[in-house]
């Protein structure tokens, strides 16, 4: 699956979605575009985005888009630190901005 991780979560979320080709906004070079633009540039490239954005639900009609948007609630570091799969697999450079975890 190609997930893209939206700007405000941590490279070191990626460490969870292993076996997956993780991107994210920042490395694309996608900081700061709307929500409607960033779906509809991730069309035909990816398959999900993960994000915080309580909004975006409210803010984009989704059943019309080709992407599956997962919502992560509360602190996505603490998620993370406590997380078994976040452990296993090695910190991602935040010097690149980009991730790409694969099994």
Same mark, same amino acid.
């Given at each position: 699956?190609?997930?893209?991780? !939206? *700007?405000?979560?941590?490279?070191?979320?990626?460490?969870?979605?292993?076996?997956?080709?993780?991107?994210?906004?920042?490395?694309?070079?996608?900081? $700061?575009?709307?929500? $409607? *633009?960033?779906?509809?540039?991730?069309?035909? *490239?990816? !398959?999900?985005? #993960?994000?915080?954005?309580?909004?975006?639900?409210?803010?984009?009609?989704?059943?019309?888009?080709? #992407? $599956?948007?997962?919502? #992560?609630?509360?602190?996505?570091?603490?998620?993370?630190?406590?997380?078994?799969?976040?452990?296993?697999?090695?910190?991602?450079?935040?010097?690149?901005?980009?991730?790409?975890?694969?099994?």
């Amino acid at each position: 699956m190609r997930v893209l991780l !939206d *700007e405000q979560l941590p490279l070191d979320l990626a460490a969870a979605l292993q076996g997956h080709r993780v991107d994210t906004v920042a490395g694309r070079g996608w900081t $700061g575009i709307t929500n $409607g *633009e960033l779906l509809r540039r991730m069309g035909g *490239e990816y !398959d999900a985005l #993960v994000t915080m954005d309580r909004g975006i639900e409210f803010q984009q009609n989704l059943t019309s888009v080709a #992407v $599956g948007v997962l919502l #992560v609630r509360g602190h996505p570091t603490a998620w993370c630190t406590s997380s078994r799969s976040c452990q296993r697999s090695s910190t991602p450079s935040r010097r690149s901005n980009q991730v790409n975890s694969t099994a």
